[in-house]
């Protein structure tokens, strides 16, 4: 049931992208460019195997628990994604669109804590702290060692002062980001699904969130698959904040950001700049 979970988040995010840019910047809309026409075959693709993963998974659904915990899910992430990418407008946002967005992560928030008598269990207390810091060294210097090694090939436009600012203020977004990519999605995955499909669902769900910039979508893929196995058998967020802004601040510095990573740009914005460098 996780896989079909994560096929309807992509679902939502291909229909709600081919309506809203069809004839106008839907070959940017995706990490491969794709036709007008295929993109109601990847549609149609995707929904039928939603469907099979549906079908395959639906005992799970037996449990109450994990019934509790799609619905949970279902409340939460597509209703974002049908909002990000229908309604939301790429620029010059206002403050109830924020409000919104805000909303969101309110609502994540108490989810998490209606479950409170869990917290310590789910990485929100200093238990584990020492036994994830350890876990995530190595993988956490070989995030921040590949980006600079692959700056040696591709160039880079680093600049001190916006590394130090980054460094300073992304272990809060980091924290962010883990509350609802790890503390709340992935314990509620691992009731509808295996060790290994929690792991790699975790990972496509917060590939999506940077969908349709590819390179950030790979690596944010990577990184949060290391990021939930490390959380599954060593459960602290503080750690994982640790690692993230480590290793984002090393991948968002060393590679040239316009050039490459199209300066971390994701969601509408990023095809809607996309065609203001294409027009401008």
Excluded at 224 to 243: G, I, Q
């Amino acid at each position: 049931m996780a896989w079909c979970f994560l096929l309807v988040n992509l679902l939502v995010i291909l229909l709600a992208s081919r309506l809203r840019f069809a004839g106008r910047g839907l070959e940017y809309a995706s990490p491969i460019c794709l036709s007008p026409q295929a993109w109601w075959w990847v549609i149609g693709a995707c929904a039928a195997l939603a469907a099979i993963a549906a079908a395959v998974g639906r005992r799970r659904l037996r449990d109450r628990r994990a019934r509790r915990a799609l619905l949970e899910l279902a409340v939460v992430f597509p209703p974002f994604f049908a909002f990000e990418w229908g309604m939301l407008p790429p620029l010059q946002r206002r403050w109830f669109d924020w409000a919104i967005m805000a909303g969101f992560v309110l609502l994540i928030a108490l989810l998490v804590l209606a479950e409170r008598r869990s917290l310590a269990e789910r990485g929100l207390t200093g238990r584990n702290f020492v036994p994830a810091a350890r876990a995530l060294a190595v993988p956490t210097a070989i995030m921040v060692a590949a980006p600079i090694a692959a700056a040696f090939v591709v160039g880079t436009d680093f600049e001190p002062g916006r590394m130090a600012r980054q460094a300073l203020t992304y272990p809060a977004y980091a924290l962010l980001q883990l509350l609802a990519f790890q503390v709340f999605l992935v314990w509620r995955l691992r009731r509808l699904s295996g060790w290994a499909a929690t792991v790699a669902v975790s990972a496509g769900m917060f590939a999506l969130m940077h969908w349709p910039n590819g390179i950030v979508m790979a690596a944010c893929a990577a990184g949060a698959a290391v990021w939930t196995v490390v959380y599954l058998r060593r459960p602290n967020v503080y750690a994982l904040a640790l690692s993230m802004a480590l290793a984002v601040t090393s991948f968002a510095n060393a590679l040239p950001r316009e050039r490459v990573l199209k300066n971390l740009r994701t969601g509408p914005i990023y095809i809607e700049r996309m065609l203001e460098r294409e027009h401008g």
